[in-house]
């Protein structure tokens, strides 16, 4: 999905090593009318070559004689907006569409590959000095609606009174089998193992409460199709409510799926719902289901439940 492409062309950008110094501050000494941040994205992107290799190292040590090309197009993202997929954006949020496979904010193993990167490129094509703020975030295998903050402010004031602020927050599902209770709610407390794995304590009180209510939309014999609704927003929280009840959200191995039917985790984030914390403007953003998700419904013999 997220696919990088090189493209042979000249470099916006040459210069030639003149005595010893480290790149960064070669690049700071050549770049003087952009922001140490903006260098330093260059190098990340793999966007700085030495003598013709990329270098992402900031403190490379560069030698007299060594040539320097600030290449933009080297390793550019493949239609990187429609990566993005901005729903909606104005002076204090931006709201995407996030696509599975895509993490929310960095992690040990990725630093690079996040909306919380891509978004942070997109809102410094304007400037360099912008910045983006994390308010909430999904799994990397979770698609849906992402709210990232532009300004210190909007993000204190989300963060701060995220409970009472959101509204809604909707999410659709495909899980394994039948089940008997076609709506209801699940509460559990939720606890976490050295391993980062989330499970639902046996004693009442022991971890975060998590709350989540669902209802059954379609079915057939094989899995069924849930509008989930939170209450509280808990790490994994609807998948380990759905292996708790039995019916695991297909392709999630980690908490025990049998089955992949979609070649990704059956969930989706279709709407959020919140009021804005200045203007008191009750605000929604919601996304169609994914195709994928409704076409295992569309065969023969699925039994179609939403109004019952």
Request: hydrophobic letters at 35%.
């Amino acid at each position: 999905m997220f696919e990088r492409h090189e493209i042979v062309s000249k470099p916006d950008l040459e210069f030639v090593v003149s005595e010893p110094c480290r790149l960064l501050d070669f690049l700071l000494l050549k770049l003087s009318n952009k922001s140490r941040n903006h260098v330093k994205s260059l190098l990340t992107h793999g966007e700085v070559l030495v003598n013709g290799a990329v270098i992402t190292q900031y403190d490379t040590v560069l030698h007299k004689g060594q040539k320097i090309q600030i290449h933009r197009s080297v390793t550019e993202w493949k239609k990187p907006k429609s990566v993005l997929d901005i729903l909606y954006e104005d002076n204090d949020i931006i709201v995407i569409n996030k696509p599975a496979g895509l993490l929310s904010i960095a992690s040990d193993q990725e630093k690079e590959l996040t909306a919380y990167h891509l978004l942070t490129d997109y809102v410094r094509m304007n400037d360099p000095r912008n910045r983006i703020f994390a308010v909430h975030r999904l799994d990397r295998d979770t698609s849906g609606v992402l709210m990232v903050a532009k300004n210190e402010r909007m993000k204190l004031a989300l963060q701060d009174n995220w409970a009472d602020l959101v509204s809604e927050r909707g999410y659709v599902a495909v899980v394994e089998g039948q089940l008997k209770e076609k709506s209801g709610r699940i509460q559990s407390w939720l606890k976490e193992t050295k391993t980062f794995l989330v499970y639902s304590s046996p004693r009442v009180g022991d971890g975060l409460e998590a709350i989540t209510d669902y209802q059954v939309l379609n079915e057939t014999a094989e899995y069924s199709l849930l509008n989930i609704n939170l209450e509280t927003g808990r790490k994994n929280q609807i998948r380990v409510h759905m292996k708790d009840i039995g019916h695991n959200v297909v392709g999630d191995k980690k908490y025990g799926a049998k089955t992949n039917p979609l070649k990704r985790l059956g969930l989706h984030a279709y709407k959020l719902e919140f009021k804005h914390p200045f203007s008191d403007k009750v605000m929604c953003f919601e996304t169609q289901f994914p195709k994928s998700f409704t076409s295992l419904f569309v065969k023969s013999g699925s039994n179609n439940i939403q109004n019952g």
